[in-house]
């Protein structure tokens, strides 16, 4: 099965319900939508929210991806006014030219979707992704107070051969006393 629960699915353009589809037909009904959104996967079809129906990925198209459903669309256009109060900065005012607001968005409502897509894919959250990373740092020992960090990367097989080098070169450097300790962090991958 090639979609998983929560994905809106656009519906094939040629459904018909005199084909096959996965071992099922389509019912008039089903024919008549254009998009649906997958409620539970099964062995061999799927359950969505806009019918009882059975779908199978025969009678689907793909990820309905950049689609926006008026709501959305009457969403985003409310977020654009009230972020850009004076139309500074507007993707729209910038783009309308000469012509007012709802002139451009009645006349031009392709290019006012391509900007809202735009901006909603701007503004989208991105998924945050996360790696284990090593750290040495180089202790004063009168202090306690951090004087070097060193990142070693993710090889923590030879964590103290590495500690040790990282000491005697920071040591070879400087007077005093020192000492090194490790840490495994968790940081942002960049």
């Given at each position: 099965?090639?979609?998983?629960?929560?994905?809106?699915?656009?519906?094939?353009?040629?459904?018909?319900?005199?084909?096959?589809?996965?071992?099922?037909?389509?019912?008039?009904?089903?024919?008549?939508?254009?998009?649906?959104?997958?409620?539970?996967?099964?062995?061999?079809?799927?359950?969505?929210?806009?019918?009882?129906?059975?779908?199978?990925?025969?009678?689907?198209?793909?990820?309905?991806?950049?689609?926006?459903?008026a709501e959305e669309a009457t969403k985003i256009l409310s977020e654009i006014c009230c972020e850009n109060e004076l139309c500074g900065g507007c993707p729209i005012s910038e783009a309308k030219g000469k012509m007012?607001?709802?002139?451009?968005?009645?006349?031009?409502?392709?290019?006012?979707?391509?900007?809202?897509?735009?901006?909603?894919?701007?503004?989208?959250?991105?998924?945050?992704?996360?790696?284990?990373?090593?750290?040495?740092?180089?202790?004063?020992?009168?202090?306690?107070?951090?004087?070097?960090?060193?990142?070693?990367?993710?090889?923590?097989?030879?964590?103290?051969?590495?500690?040790?080098?990282?000491?005697?070169?920071?040591?070879?450097?400087?007077?005093?006393?020192?000492?090194?300790?490790?840490?495994?962090?968790?940081?942002?991958?960049?």
């Amino acid at each position: 099965m090639k979609y998983k629960v929560g994905d809106k699915v656009r519906v094939r353009s040629n459904l018909k319900n005199t084909v096959l589809y996965g071992g099922l037909y389509a019912v008039d009904e089903m024919l008549k939508k254009k998009i649906v959104t997958i409620t539970s996967v099964h062995d061999d079809y799927y359950k969505v929210v806009e019918d009882d129906y059975k779908w199978t990925d025969g009678m689907l198209e793909g990820l309905v991806e950049d689609e926006l459903t008026a709501e959305e669309a009457t969403k985003i256009l409310s977020e654009i006014c009230c972020e850009n109060e004076l139309c500074g900065g507007c993707p729209i005012s910038e783009a309308k030219g000469k012509m007012t607001c709802q002139s451009f968005r009645r006349d031009k409502t392709e290019e006012v979707l391509e900007i809202l897509k735009r901006w909603k894919k701007d503004h989208e959250k991105k998924e945050v992704e996360t790696e284990f990373t090593w750290c040495v740092l180089i202790i004063e020992a009168d202090t306690h107070t951090l004087k070097h960090e060193e990142n070693v990367g993710t090889d923590f097989k030879s964590m103290d051969a590495k500690k040790a080098e990282i000491l005697k070169k920071y040591c070879s450097e400087h007077d005093g006393k020192y000492y090194a300790i490790s840490e495994r962090r968790c940081v942002v991958k960049e």
